[in-house]
């Protein structure tokens, strides 16, 4: 994989390229489809690359937005988008370990700083600038981020043509394929304490979940919440946020004329497209 560090100043970068938008096309000419999975505490992202013009495609860059540039006029706008880098990156010298990316044979990944205006990703084909993508051709890419990072399912991209001929280049939106939350289940045991003297009772949570671009959704305990106010150690050892499916709740006696504490315990799945659900199972005391 190539590394390295390239700074790059605007008007000389930009007017060497001459980008069209969107709206100039009846279809467009590039489409970039996208999913996330969760991987091995990381989310790895796929991009896949469909050029459904009649131009070859050279390079594909991920998270840069910009408008119209022509050699005679000035551009407006050039953003880096990505926030997030991929796993291991060295963002002061521009690096990338090679391991976090991967894509089709002989293409090399590097991360580009725009003077001032963020980073953006940058994917370039073998022996560069020979055209890899072509015409009726997808590529998948993929690459391993430690976290959540919209820009690399809905972000800009762009897609550099060879042929020496305008248009250059082509700038679009990427489009999420995984739109579809996951499917939870959820199940508690015991589901109901006996009144005895406040005792805590452990309490273990059983939970699937199916997704269908994800294997692995993010469990999250969002809440525990009863039908009557809870007072300090009525809830034990559970930690929200985080996927803990055991923890202690106290067999607290109703008050006279209750029907009785009800504890209400959801958890959430979450996607590595952002994509999430929820599902709550209840405790009774009696």
Known sequence: MMTGKLSIQKTLFFSAILLISTTAFAQPPVVVKTYGQHVGGNIVYIQEVSNTGDRKILDIDIGLDTDYVSP???????????TVFPVGSDVFNMAIRPESVSGPSGWTAQLIQIEDSGQYFVWRGPAYPVPAILPGQTATFRIVVPKYDAVYLTGHFTAHYAGGKEPWAYNGVMEKLDTTPPTISLTVSPIRL????????????????????????????????????????????????????QFQLRDVKAPKGSAGRIYTITYSATDASGNKATASATVSVK
Do not use: C, F, H
């Open 194 to 245: 006996n009144v005895t003297a406040g005792k805590l009772v452990t309490v273990t949570a059983t939970l699937t979940t199916k997704d269908d671009y994800d294997p692995q959704p993010e469990i999250k305990l969002e809440s525990i919440t009863a039908n009557e106010p809870l007072a300090a150690g009525d809830v034990v050892g559970a930690a929200t946020g985080t996927d803990d499916r």
């Open 72 to 82: 005679n006029l000035p551009y407006n706008r050039a953003m880096g988008e990505l």
